[in-house]
């Protein structure tokens, strides 16, 4: 069956439909309240700079591979007394001998210099430290490495104890044992642990994820 539009007739009277008022229409909607900013939260103060491979920093203890250059430089050793047998071969009585060796200089790295938490044991610094590892990593020209200098400020205890549980590692490996024995028997940092410290790449990884290992 076809339609044909022309039987329909116009002149039937058309009611337009009105809409109805809504019941959220009638009632009446209280007055928008200002929204007012978070309170702040507190967060440790963490003061950090950047080394160069450039600055030609030379590091004298045991370190990870990926955090140095190694070179083959010569140098020259103290005069030393000559025999008969050797004097022509080395030049002559007294002429340094050229030793050969090997110098670690430092690549490019974030150097935390200050840490302070407005309170203690809260996980301030921590987050802290979370936060620049994070850095660390997506910075290309790092790559993530990191050090710090353990030191005391203003006779505080020493903060070994805190880099150690978070990863950081001493060059020295008598000093990493004696914050492992501090651990385990739970005893504070007493004598105070100096010397430079340095985060190894499989710790930056959990240190990332800090809060979810740790």
Do not use: W
Request: aromatic content about 10%.
């Amino acid at each position: 069956m076809i339609n044909n539009i022309t039987n329909v007739d116009t002149h039937l009277p058309m009611s337009a439909a009105k809409a109805s008022s809504s019941m959220f229409g009638r009632m009446s909607m209280p007055p928008l309240l200002s929204f007012k900013k978070p309170p702040k939260k507190d967060k440790a103060e963490l003061r950090i700079q950047k080394f160069k491979r450039s600055d030609n920093i030379i590091i004298d203890g045991i370190i990870d591979d990926d955090y140095v250059d190694v070179i083959e430089e010569e140098i020259l050793d103290t005069p030393i007394i000559q025999t008969p047998q050797n004097f022509f071969s080395s030049g002559g009585i007294g002429s340094p001998v050229p030793q050969k060796r090997k110098t670690k200089y430092l690549k490019n790295c974030y150097v935390i210099d200050y840490i302070q938490s407005p309170v203690s044991r809260h996980g301030y610094g921590s987050l802290a430290l979370k936060g620049l590892a994070e850095k660390a990593f997506f910075d290309k020209n790092v790559e993530g490495r990191i050090v710090t200098y353990s030191a005391p400020v203003c006779q505080e205890s020493s903060p070994a104890l805190f880099f150690y549980k978070l990863g950081f590692r001493f060059m020295d490996p008598e000093a990493n044992e004696y914050m492992k024995e501090c651990l385990i028997k739970n005893v504070p940092d007493i004598p105070i642990q100096k010397g430079m410290m340095f985060l190894p790449r499989h710790n930056l990884h959990k240190l990332i994820r800090y809060g979810e290992l740790f």
